[in-house]
């Protein structure tokens, strides 16, 4: 339990914690849905010069 109090900066350190797994996790969703969308376009944009 002394660990997950963190020395009484409990309350300012697991919101960081979390807020950053948040923010990175934005970040990935966000990173994953461009991909796929830009490799999409990519596939469309080939098979349209294809005779």
Same mark, same amino acid.
């Given at each position: 339990?002394? /660990?997950?109090?963190? #020395? &009484?900066?409990?309350?300012? $350190?697991?919101? %960081?914690?979390?807020?950053? /797994?948040? $923010?990175? &996790? &934005? =970040? =990935? %969703?966000? @990173?994953? #849905? @461009?991909?796929?969308?830009?490799?999409?376009?990519? *596939?469309?944009?080939?098979?349209?010069? *294809?005779?």
């Amino acid at each position: 339990m002394h /660990f997950l109090a963190m #020395g &009484g900066y409990a309350a300012y $350190v697991w919101p %960081a914690y979390a807020l950053t /797994f948040i $923010v990175l &996790g &934005g =970040l =990935l %969703a966000w @990173s994953l #849905g @461009s991909y796929r969308r830009h490799r999409r376009e990519l *596939e469309r944009l080939q098979g349209r010069d *294809e005779p």
